[in-house]
Each structure stands twice: as structure tokens, then as C-alpha cells.
């Protein structure tokens, strides 16, 4: 069962089909990720040692390089329905 906020429930109340709402949901969730990595190269640009220790630094940077290179996705639907929609 999925839950969605009001906020959410409500920019997708008028879908015409269950394609139309994943699509609107994939818009609307692709737009955070878009945000989510830009932040993440936005950092990545700034990224330095400074005065922190090797093991510091190498974690802040490793962790900004698994956000660039795993941005959070929608996951795909496999259930019996997504085969007849599409």
C-alpha cells in the first residue's frame, strides 16, 4: 500500500490513468534528485582538507562521490498491472 501526503495526493488527484500519476510522481521526485544533486556537486566543487585529518576528508569525499554517482531514483513498479499498462 502506498500513503502519499495531502500535498502530493492532491497534484496528482486529476491523473486520467495510473501511467498519468507515475508519470506526474516520476516528475515530481525526479525534480528533488535533480536538487539533491546539485547540492552534492555544488559541494564536491568546495570540498577541502583544510584542517582535517586524512581519514575525514577522504570520508567527506567519498561519501559526495557515492550521492553523484547513486542519485536516489524512482524505483520501477514490477507488479502485474505496470505489464498491462504499458
Do not use: H
Not at 1 to 15: G, K
Not at 57 to 75: A, G, H, M, N, R
Amino acid at each position: 500500500m502506498i500513503v502519499l501526503t495531502n500535498n502530493i495526493a492532491d497534484s496528482i488527484t486529476y491523473a486520467k490513468s495510473t501511467r498519468q500519476m507515475w508519470l506526474e510522481l516520476e516528475e515530481i521526485f525526479s525534480q528533488i534528485n535533480e536538487a539533491k544533486l546539485y547540492q552534492a556537486q555544488k559541494e564536491m566543487c568546495n570540498v577541502s582538507q583544510g584542517t582535517s585529518d586524512i581519514a575525514t576528508y577522504f570520508t567527506k569525499v567519498t561519501s559526495l562521490w557515492d550521492q553523484l554517482d547513486d542519485p536516489d531514483e524512482i524505483p520501477t513498479c514490477t507488479c502485474v498491472s505496470t505489464k498491462k499498462i504499458l
